[in-house]
């Protein structure tokens, strides 16, 4: 979602952000939420993301700024989707326009990273989690019941659901929905379930899981549809490729191991969420080996969570 405030004599008259997909950009609710528009021809707009110029499923946004006048423009970062790459400043520089580019352009840039993700690389942004025991477990080798064995508390498992609303999906293997038989929703936090992302190589889940009930989409992947098995493109690029060509723009991989290393593997991921238990379990299921840049490290009662960038 793109921010945008507008501002006349020190305060704020007019703020709004993108709407879903197919309303309102940030620019246009904002221009919208101000009551005197005359005021409008005084006024600076402050944008995360560069106005479009081109017309999608809305018209250009730098036509609506021109239209009413908008002397000054501030903007976070510019899109370089092809589409407007610096076309939506040339043209309000052309129009009169004073335009200042590149204020907090790092935090703006943050904030897009899904967008410019998927644009530019073609593929979501993939953030990996799991849960580890103290001594490098991620589960047991074997359980006598199909349900899930938590090694995190219940105050770190309630931040995974706050994730799963924050991101577009989730992606586990079929071996996970055999042994826990998820649900893969948000239950512990209010917002949108996440659309539910199986790979299933065999093809032979039955309906009677929960990933199958009626309260989030679920997409199944197999050889019979979405993936060559054999094929000599490696299956994680294989399943970025589906999940690009359906607009997932983020995804969160919650595992198991194979599905995990995979995409390490493939260095295709940008975050890496761990939490790390005080039980240990001896032996087991080893976590996944992730090479990436610690950035953060938060203790959550008796876990601790580690957040890793890719470089």
């Known amino acids: 979602m793109v921010g945008c405030v507008i501002v006349y004599n020190g305060s704020i008259i007019g703020e709004g952000f993108t709407s879903p997909y197919g309303g309102n950009h940030a620019e246009v609710n904002a221009v919208n939420s101000v009551v005197n528009k005359d005021l409008l021809k005084k006024a600076t707009l402050y944008v995360t993301l560069e106005p479009c110029s081109h017309y999608g499923k809305t018209p250009p946004c730098s036509d609506l700024i021109i239209k009413h006048k908008i002397p000054n423009v501030v903007i976070g970062c510019i899109d370089d989707h092809t ?23 790092n935090e703006c840039k943050e904030h897009h990273k899904r967008f410019f993700t998927f644009h530019n690389k073609k593929r979501p942004y993939i953030i990996l989690k799991w849960a580890e025991t103290a001594d490098g477990f991620i589960a047991p080798l074997a359980k006598n019941e199909q349900k899930p064995i938590w090694i995190s508390n219940i105050y770190s498992r309630q931040l995974t659901h706050k994730w799963r609303t924050e991101e577009q999906a989730i992606l586990v293997g079929s071996n996970t929905v055999k042994q826990d038989n998820p649900s893969l929703t948000a239950r512990d936090w209010v917002g949108n379930n996440p659309i539910r992302v199986i790979i299933n190589k065999t093809g032979n889940l039955s309906n009677d899981h929960n990933i199958f009930n009626n309260q989030a989409e679920t997409l199944v992947l197999s050889d019979k549809t979405h993936i060559d098995w054999n094929s000599k493109s490696t299956i ?76």
């Not at 723009?249 to 290393?261: A, D, F, P, R, V």
Request: net charge positive; proline share 1%; aromatic share 6%.
């Open 83 to 105: 589409k407007v790459a610096g076309k939506g400043i040339e043209k309000l520089k052309q129009s009169g326009c004073k335009v200042t580019v590149g204020v907090m352009a």
């Open 236 to 311: 994680a690029q294989q399943i970025c490729n589906v999940l690009h060509e359906r607009d997932i723009n983020s995804i969160i991989i919650e595992g198991g191991l194979q599905t995990l290393q995979s995409f390490i593997n493939e260095n295709l991921w940008d975050e890496a969420r761990v939490f790390t238990g005080n039980c240990c379990f001896h032996k087991g299921i080893k976590a996944p080996d992730l090479n990436g840049h610690l950035i953060a490290k938060h203790f959550i009662m008796n876990d601790i969570l580690k957040l890793y960038k890719n470089d």
